[in-house]
């Protein structure tokens, strides 16, 4: 049974950073088989794409309303992808969800995934 966990949520000021890591255990192949994303869900919204990357870290993908402000990358040797957070605004104020696919592809909108985090919460005050 694979199993993801997220660490490295908080409260932040606006206009501060976070990262996020979320470390893969479990899995019956190699890490760098998934595509691996973030998402966040706010109170009383829907679940939202953030950010993905690719296996081999060739291709990312961002929303835009993080763009420029989030960098998504991962360490395949240690089964780790993490989300770099700048310039942190209110609206950022999430649970944020780590998520696995096998393959090359990660629907976001639905999601479509093999594995989710159990969520790590970040809360950015003014």
């Known amino acids: 049974q694979a199993w993801l966990v997220e660490s490295g949520g908080g409260l932040v000021q606006v206009g501060g950073s976070l990262r996020l890591s979320c470390a893969a255990s479990g899995l019956t192949v190699g890490f760098g088989a998934f595509t691996m994303a973030w998402f966040r869900q706010a109170p009383g919204k829907v679940r939202e794409f953030v950010a993905l990357?690719?296996?081999?870290?060739?291709?990312?993908e961002y929303a835009e309303s993080v763009k420029g402000r989030f960098a998504i990358s991962r360490n395949n040797a240690e089964n780790t992808v993490y989300l770099q957070m700048n310039t942190l605004e209110p609206e950022d104020t999430a649970v944020y969800y780590c998520?696995?696919?096998?393959?090359?592809?990660?629907?976001?909108?639905?999601?479509?995934?093999?594995?989710w985090g159990p969520g790590t919460q970040v809360t950015v005050s003014s």
């Open positions: 998520a696995a696919r096998r393959g090359s592809t990660l629907k976001t909108s639905p999601p479509d995934v093999d594995y």
């Open positions: 990357i690719g296996g081999t870290e060739a291709y990312t």
